[in-house]
């Protein structure tokens, strides 16, 4: 017999905590000089860029790697046209289909994080930031245990290309 998940607590979900944290661990820490922000599984990387040679870098890596570029939506604009002021922001969308079906396969509801979605915005004192989802977090947000090795392939991109424009 299966013990629901509403019974499961105590020492033995504490393990099974820190069993997927465990072997997660190596995904997240792929991220090298990324700050992850709590629990809220975004990863941000400072840019030493603006806002436009930091996408121009970014667009540019991801044509490099022959990684398919989906769109690019400039939020602050759509927000201007609404008559709301917003720091610039744009989102980058793109992906690897091959990739990207094996999440879905393991997981239908991971489309919702796929393609990958990166934030390019500026704070308030002029910082430019690239801001994506962390890949274990994915993993974990959509109870994907059998895609390691892609996960940490996925991993692996996003921080190449993210290194693109982190301050050194």
Do not use: C
Not at 17 to 38: D, E, K, N, R, Y
């Amino acid at each position: 017999m299966t013990a629901s998940p509403r019974r499961l607590g105590g020492p033995a979900l504490a393990a099974i905590v820190l069993a997927a944290s465990a072997a997660l661990a190596p995904i997240a820490a792929s991220a090298q000089g990324a700050t992850v922000a709590g629990t809220d599984g975004v990863i941000r990387v400072k840019s030493a860029y603006g806002m436009d040679e930091t996408i121009a870098r970014i667009r540019a890596d991801i044509a490099a790697k022959g990684i398919l570029f989906f769109s690019s939506v400039d939020q602050s604009r759509l927000a201007a046209d609404a008559g709301i002021k917003l720091n610039p922001s744009t989102l980058l969308t793109f992906g690897n289909p091959p990739l990207g079906a094996q999440f879905l396969t393991a997981s239908a509801s991971s489309g919702l994080d796929w393609p990958v979605r990166l934030l390019v915005h500026q704070d308030d004192s002029g910082t430019v930031w690239a801001a994506y989802t962390d890949f274990a977090w994915i993993a974990e947000r959509h109870h994907i245990t059998n895609r390691r090795d892609q996960f940490a392939t996925a991993a692996g991109v996003v921080e190449s290309i993210t290194s693109t424009v982190r301050g050194r």
